[in-house]
């Protein structure tokens, strides 16, 4: 991996498959988390990704979201990983708790 995550513009780097690979300590400073915090929600499974890939007029853009209990960072960003727009959802509640 090339990229240079210290340029906020790009956000991710491509493996060879074409799929994004984001550097952890730019996912936690999004969630306002150390990266070794954010490293270790990754390993117990409590961060949830995915990757849409546009279509029609949103041809030539990903949106990425990324859960991590009930917090969701979206960001839709060019092909070559410019960040077009990004913002910080909340959900109503976390997953694997119901609503009492």
Known sequence: MSEDFTNRTNLFALQKDGSPVVDAAVLAQRFGLTPDLFMDHLRRGFVRSRVE????????????????????????????????SEEMRFSGIAPGHERG
């Open 53 to 84: 890939i546009g279509t029609g007029a949103d041809a030539g853009t990903r949106r990425l979201s990324i859960r991590i209990g009930n917090r969701i960072w979206i960001a839709i960003v060019s092909e070559d990983g410019c960040v077009l």
